[in-house]
């Protein structure tokens, strides 16, 4: 049973990772905050894990990592100015 909620959690965030990747190549505002949340859960989760007496394998301190490297990434000033803001298609579209 704890091998199939793993299985299930690993689906869920693997899914929002590739719609985010997908989705914010296109120039999609969501895209930005779907992987920024699904980033820090990650993050959090893996943290909390280590903190709850888990202890730190290499794994969960590369996912870690990663992790934190996607935040960084996702809430730089460059991607900002890339992706539209959100709701600006529709502005734009109500307004044309």
């Known amino acids: 049973m ?3 909620a793993t299985l ?3 689906l869920v965030f693997g899914l929002l990772f590739a719609a985010s990747a997908w989705f914010l190549a296109r120039r999609h505002a969501w895209a930005r905050w ?3 949340t699904a980033a820090s859960l990650v993050a959090m989760l893996q943290l909390l894990a280590a903190l709850g007496g888990a202890g730190i394998a290499l794994g969960a301190l590369l996912q870690f990592v990663l992790a934190l490297i996607a935040i960084s990434a996702l809430m730089s000033k460059r991607t900002a100015a890339w992706v539209p803001r959100l709701g600006a298609r529709r ?3 109500q307004d044309g």
């Open 2 to 4: 704890f091998a199939l």
């Open 8 to 10: 299930v959690t690993l």
């Open 34 to 36: 779907v992987g920024l």
């Open 91 to 93: 502005r734009r579209a």
